[in-house]
């Protein structure tokens, strides 16, 4: 008897945002092996299944890649219905192709359900469109993890030509910053609660606050310069709680 994964993402953390077919892959699961950054709310949509925590909180030591391939092979051939649960898209920046390569190698029958990704979902809930008539006719989304990563992809990005979002990048904000401006970008915007947008320059003074290291979201780009009015009109939550007649 064989079992099946489902590496399924999880959205950008709001439960809300979550698909209707990862909702009920969790509902079905026997084993869900979830990382950091998904909303611990989404677990209770896995009523009847073991939940492992095997992802990464910060300077603590993560679950090894081939262990997380062990137990999702093994809980597999033992007839489990699995759901590998990462943030946002399984398949952007989570090692979710080495997971379901390892899937396919050991002939276990598994499937991928996507996610909304925070690399267009965190700039969105933010007023950021990542694509802008006369602003930006693309996007990039790079890791921002170390220089190797991403400085060959931006040295090819023409000044002010494109979106640039950097997923993992808080840590290397100031090193990020000073390699667009050397490119010639610049960026100038208002402050905002809860998002913060400034200028390169000022990026690398900013203190992003204790657990930022692992999560955040840095856009660079002319779109910048219609956020601030979209921000400034989207509802609040509460608000559109009331509109849709919930509490
Ligand atoms: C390992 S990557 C995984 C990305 C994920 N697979 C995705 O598609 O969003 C983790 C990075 O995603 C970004 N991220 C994840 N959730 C986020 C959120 N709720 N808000 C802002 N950025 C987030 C952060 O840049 C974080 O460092």
Known sequence: MTGFVSLVGAGPGDPDLLTL????????????????????????????????????????????????????????????????????????????????????????????????SSAVAAPALAGIPVTHRGLASGFVVVSGHSEKAYAPILDFVAPHSLTVVVLMGLAQRAAIASLLMSRGWRAASTPQSETWTGTLAELASVDPGPDSESAGTLVVGEVLSVAAEIAQKISPPAAVAASHGQK
Do not use: N
Request: aromatic share 8%; proline share 5%.
């Open 21 to 116: 077919k990862a909702a009920r892959r969790l509902g079905e699961a026997d084993l869900v092996l979830y990382d950091a950054l998904v909303s611990p709310g989404l677990l209770d949509l896995a009523p009847r299944a073991q939940r492992f925590f095997v992802g990464k909180r910060a300077r603590k030591k993560a679950v090894a890649q081939e262990t997380i391939h062990w137990l999702m092979v093994r809980a597999a051939r033992r007839g489990k219905r699995v759901v590998r649960l990462k943030c946002g898209d399984p398949f952007v920046f989570g090692r979710g192709g080495e997971e379901a390569l390892a899937l396919a190698r050991a002939g276990v029958p598994f499937e991928v359900v996507p996610g909304v």
